[in-house]
């Protein structure tokens, strides 16, 4: 996984190994380095400090590594592994591997075999010495257990096993996982690159999706996609492409817009998102909106009979519910439920400016308007108290106290926008079909880095048992990317099953 994160941001074009595949036995993970020679050439800069172990504490790549709970874990469990194998990328090096391989076969017992194919007869540098046993007729050994090998030290993860086959090395944190590398070689099976490029890899989805580690490390959406995706790192017309192919893909074609200097826009093809992405940012713009909004009230106590009442202690903006009330209602949400029921939709796209404006666009009958259009009334009555629909320009633009503009709806063809304002609506588009496109986004990287700071704020300090969302998973992320300006993608339909391509942009530099 760390080889994939430092590779999309290496722009080198590498051509495809035409060597033997590399053993690398079945795993949620497979990843494949077809020509080391060009990788080492690639890595350049920050990087190379980072994987040669020469990057300083202050440097930004590994200030990144650490803001991410995932990060800081792995590196703890590395400085426990780095007493047996003390290795980076400079070790490597000094064996003239032709092509690299790694199969990470459990995520939470960081349970992986790397595989380097090597021309030179005596290792200019060996792995320790451990418990010499065979398999297979193959002499390997055992230097410490693994999590996955039932290891009784609970504090280490990644335990080391090695062994020399022919011009393969094989280095693996758990013995099976070894053994599992030698059955593969011994059969005559390797792993070929899924696809061509700088650097390829093989996700198993089922499998990704039943570890517990991976779905609370990665909190993907489930998702239509099954069996294996393969991708591939690309240079194309000078810039870095990320291919990916899958299958499972049954989703309705989405739409596109021109969206001029947005910080965030794209479609996303999931209708059952919609509401949520509606609710939390224009409806009740707040972190996390309530179910059941709506207190039971109760009637204020009368002074007859509490003679020492304090009216003073009377606090109207609060409602008061009596110990065995009612519980809280949803309100006006049911009204929404229902719209939403009968009129499901199908997909939906998002504008959102560097001046912090929201636009939401969906397909809608213009039929429907104005249940919609009273729907977002009532909730922004419950909010602010007399809300009116007053007629601005082509839109409808919801007000609350005096004047304020709370929401607005605009018609452009079989569409809705919603956004704060109207003026916010003054110019946008028609959304357009284009043929096999499922969803597609595009993201300014600095609007987004903008918002590190207000997002600290927000979520506070860094704490071990709590991961902040923006400034620990988008920042520590974004910091791993400090040449990438901007991110773009794309998935279409096609016979088999799906293609996406991610654009790394960049200044350049």
Sequence with gaps: MTARALLLFLAWPVAASAGPPLPLPEAPVRVVIPDATAFDAALTGAYRNA?????????????????SRLGSKLEDQWSKLAGDLPWTWQEIRKLQPRSVGLALLEVGHLEAVLVIETPLAALPVEPPAGTEKTHGGVAYALVSLGAAD???????????????????????TSERALLLALDEAAAGRGLEPPLAGVISMELNLEALRQDRFFRREFLFPEGPETGKLRAALRLEAGQLIEVREGTGEGRAEGFTFDAPSAAAAGWEPEGASFWAALRAGLLEPIPTPADKPVPALVALPPSARQAAEDRYAVNFTRPLVAPGAAAWEEGELGTWKTLFDGQPVAGWGYWLGPDGSRRLVFPWPEARDQELIESCRTTAARRAGRATVVKAGEAHEIR??????????KRTAGFLWLASTAQDLASVPAPRASPDLVRWARVDLAAVRAEGERWARIEGPARPEQVRPLSDRVLGLLGWMPTTTSLSVERRKTANGWTERVVFGTTGQ
Excluded: C, H, I, N
Excluded at 51 to 58: E, H, S, Y
Excluded at 400 to 409: F, K
């Design 51 to 67: 994987l040669t172990g020469t990057a300083k504490p202050g440097d930004p790549l590994v200030a990144a590594w650490r803001q």
């Design 150 to 172: 039932d290891s009784e030290d609970v504090e280490r993860r990644m335990g080391l096993a090695w062994a020399r086959s022919g011009e393969r090395l094989f280095l693996a």
């Design 400 to 409: 609350v106290g005096p004047g304020l503009a709370a929401l607005a709806v």
